[in-house]
T-cell receptor
Framework: TQLLEQSPQFLSIQEGENLTVYCNSSSVFSSLQWYRQEPGEGPVLLVTVVTGGEVKKLKRLTFQFGDARKDSSLHITAAQPGDTGLYLCAGEWTSGTYKYIFGTGTRLKVLA | GAGVSQSPRYKVAKRGQDVALRCDPISGHVSLFWYQQALGQGPEFLTYFQNEAQLDKSGLPSDRFFAERPEGSVSTLKIQRTQQEDSAVYLC???????????????FGDGTRLSIL
């Protein structure tokens, strides 16, 4: 069974602080995606990482894919209230089928 | 519209009733996924279509759940004899290509919130 565990599950921080969210698995994925989801809406894709060790930056967000393609991290610098939301990682599984396995989610609240 | 559209947005049903949830993917998208999302959790995979072919239905919780995409565009997720544990948000996503092409973006609809009384 492919599982993606995210930590922390909840995070409440002050505006301007930095934070890191982790996404870990014992399975190897073809690629890994990060999404942010607002209440009442579907997840919105932030980034896809494909190569082991890959680092991608999206403004104040830095995403890294583990060397073995089993884990990933999302680092936010100088968090803002607009960063509040549910952050989800999703691993692309292509062995024998084609599907995405979502992580357990990290709910972030940034206080002004 | 340009995005994935799901209807209805909200559905309330009594236990034992049948429900049908609709997904209109982005035009021309080959792949279509259904997910079930419990409150505060990540989406859980239900089933995957490549055009009209249902290639993976391993995530469907029971034989009460049935999905179809007869013409390779609109998809319907049907739940028969609903039970309270079926209450969740059901999300649909589409992506442009078929299997074998990695790194595809998934475009999600806003989901159908199903409540079983």
């Amino acid at each position: 069974t492919q599982l993606l565990e995210q930590s922390p599950q909840f995070l409440s921080i002050q505006e301007g602080e930095n934070l890191t969210v982790y996404c870990n698995s014992s399975s190897v994925f073809s690629s890994l995606q990060w999404y942010r989801q607002e209440p009442g809406e579907g997840p919105v894709l932030l980034v896809t990482v494909v190569t082991g060790g890959e680092v991608k930056k999206l403004k104040r967000l830095t995403f890294q894919f583990g060397d073995a393609r089993k884990d990933s991290s999302l680092h936010i610098t100088a968090a803002q209230p607009g960063d509040t939301g549910l952050y989800l990682c999703a691993g692309e599984w292509t062995s024998g089928t084609y599907k995405y396995i979502f992580g357990t989610g990290t709910r972030l609240k940034v206080l002004a | 519209g340009a995005g994935v559209s799901q209807s209805p947005r909200y559905k309330v049903a009594k236990r034992g009733q049948d429900v049908a949830l609709r997904c209109d993917p982005i035009s021309g998208h080959v792949s279509l996924f259904w997910y079930q999302q419990a409150l505060g959790q990540g989406p859980e995979f239900l089933t995957y279509f490549q055009n009209e072919a249902q290639l993976d239905k391993s995530g469907l919780p029971s034989d009460r759940f049935f999905a179809e995409r007869p013409e390779g565009s609109v998809s319907t997720l049907k739940i028969q004899r609903t039970q309270q544990e079926d209450s969740a948000v059901y999300l649909c996503a589409s992506s442009p290509y078929s299997t074998g092409i990695s790194n595809q973006p998934q475009h999600f609809g806003d989901g159908t919130r199903l409540s079983i009384l």
